[in-house]
């Protein structure tokens, strides 16, 4: 299964297949352009990826929080993840007709190829905190998680056949990885973590979806199966609170997204009618509506320096990428064009 070559996303090359082949940055593409943002912020770039309407991939660009310098880094790409260190980015593309694995670095040099999966399932790649393992999901008749060096060495799957296991995410202390699964193919979901380490050893959690680490891998939130609420609980599944009471969380639109100082948690709801943001402290006080309008606001994202969030919203029509101060003040759109971001993510912070 696993090739290790590099290709050039923007041309479709075949590459020699060695690490360390490079291409030339993408000039930005006339469907996207730029807005002069208000805010300003230490924060860094945000990365995101676009469709059409029709649900054709138009790319993986980054932008500055102030609107600036935005570039598009690939033409063909999904789901773009952040290394550790701000240095590269793990993407999805297609391989041969099927979704594969990428990294490249921040300028878009050195796209390399690192496996493809064994059918169309999106693989989700997300980095360790080490910056040295990639873990993704594969659907081999089953999905499965799966870990890989950044070198394509060290293929192997992390859960056993028929666990139906999507949706990794791993602790920050890089010793376990926290995902979802519904046994043979039968909902509801659970959550369940497993180690990194070749011990194999996993534990059920909660019934539930979304899972999201606390940055001091202490605590897990997540959306329960019981009743559609915002929850945390300790890492090994003990002492499960609900924090919010009221109205339909709105799960399907994203998970929840912990500020790294780990005090705050936002999150989507639809308690009115239509997906806004909201925050709530992490001991369940302090719940905040964010965004207030009649369009879907979602993919709420807390910059590494706690100042702002980044999220989408089709506000203005189609979906764009927004950023807004903490309180919900000041909320801008980065992105202006005629297809729909997504998935905004910051790069982390040395």
């Known amino acids: 299964m696993i090739a290790l070559c590099a290709c050039n996303l923007v041309t479709g090359e075949e590459l020699t297949p060695t690490l360390g ?40 660009s980054v932008i500055n929080t102030d609107g600036s310098s935005l570039t598009l880094l690939v033409v063909s790409g999904l789901n773009p993840n952040w290394s550790p260190d701000g240095g590269q980015i793990a993407f999805e593309a297609s391989h041969n007709g099927k979704p594969a694995i990428y990294l490249m670095n921040i300028d878009s040099s050195q796209q390399t ?9 999106s693989p989700y790649p997300v980095w360790s905190p080490d910056g040295q393992q990639i873990v993704f999901e594969m659907y081999d008749g089953y999905h ?9 060495s060290g293929l192997r799957p992390l859960t056993d056949p028929g666990l139906d296991a999507q949706r990794p995410t791993w602790s920050p202390n890089d010793q376990q990885v926290a995902f979802i699964y519904s046994s043979e193919h039968h909902t509801p979901f659970k959550i369940a973590t497993v180690a990194v380490n070749d011990s194999g050893d996993w534990h059920i959690l909660a019934e539930g979806i979304d899972p999201v680490w606390s940055p001091n891998s202490q605590q897990i939130a997540f959306f ?3 009743d559609d609420q915002l929850y945390l609980m300790n890492a090994d599944g003990s002492n499960q609170k609900r924090l919010t009471n009221t109205g339909q969380i709105a799960p399907a ?29 992490a001991d369940g006080s302090g719940e905040m509506r964010l965004t207030d309008n009649p369009a879907d606001d979602q993919s709420p994202a807390w910059s590494p320096d706690g100042r702002q969030i980044a999220f989408v919203s089709n506000r203005d029509g189609n979906r764009e990428i927004y950023v807004m101060s ?24 040395p």
């Not at 870990?147 to 394509?152: E, L, T």
């Not at 903490?326 to 912070?349: E, F, H, K, M, Y």
């Open 253 to 281: 639109l994203s998970p929840p997204s912990w500020s790294l100082d780990g005090e705050h948690i936002a999150f989507v709801s639809r308690r009115d009618g239509n997906a806004e943001i909201y925050t709530i402290n």
């Open 144 to 152: 499965n998680i799966y870990i890989i060096n950044i070198d394509g």
């Open 326 to 349: 903490a309180d919900g003040s000041n909320q801008t759109r980065l992105t202006n064009n005629t297809i729909d971001d997504w998935g905004p993510v910051w790069q982390p912070q």
């Open 113 to 121: 190829y690192l496996t493809d999966m064994a059918s169309s399932s």
């Open 224 to 226: 329960s199966g019981l």
């Open 21 to 60: 082949a490079t291409s030339s940055p993408t000039a930005i593409p006339e469907h996207v352009t730029p807005t002069t943002a208000l805010l300003s912020s230490s924060a860094g770039r945000i990365a995101y990826y676009s469709t059409t309407a029709s649900g054709g991939n138009r790319g993986i």
